[in-house]
């Protein structure tokens, strides 16, 4: 499958309920998960269920859904108690590290975080 063939993704089944997810949130626009494999102590994806590949592939008509998500990214973090702070990744293509070809905010959290990342 070609990363730019918008097909079907893991996050697909997930947002249609075909696998399961440890769902933290969810709108009409998009929906919150934790991650499978977590890289802290808080670890949750928030995606889009309109099937992006990357953000990359985004443009002017998406603004108000790449806020939205900026914004759901807050509220999941206040409703996951990240008072002391939390940080925000978007792997995006090949040299990215994107693995998931549809778009997707980590929200990594609850220990201290490293910079520079690997
Ligand atoms: P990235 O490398 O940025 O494309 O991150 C993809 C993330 O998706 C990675 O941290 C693991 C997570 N992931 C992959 N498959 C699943 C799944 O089936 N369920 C959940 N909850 N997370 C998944």
Not at 34 to 63: C, F, G, M, W, Y
Not at 79 to 86: I, K, M, S, T, V
Request: glycine letters at 10%; charged letters at 20%.
């Amino acid at each position: 499958m070609s990363e730019n063939s918008g097909s079907d993704t893991v996050f697909g089944k997930i947002i249609r309920r075909e696998i399961p997810a440890d769902i933290v949130y969810e709108d009409n626009l998009c929906l919150a998960f934790r991650d499978v494999n977590p890289q802290a102590p808080v670890h949750v994806l928030v995606i889009p269920k309109e099937p992006i590949a990357k953000l990359s592939d985004t443009e002017s008509k998406n603004h108000a859904l790449l806020g939205h998500l900026l914004l759901t990214v807050k509220r999941v973090a206040e409703q996951l108690g990240l008072a002391n702070g939390y940080r925000v990744v978007i792997n995006t293509g090949e040299e990215g590290g994107q693995t998931v070809y549809h778009l997707h905010l980590h929200i990594l959290g609850g220990r201290p975080m490293q910079w520079p990342p690997g």
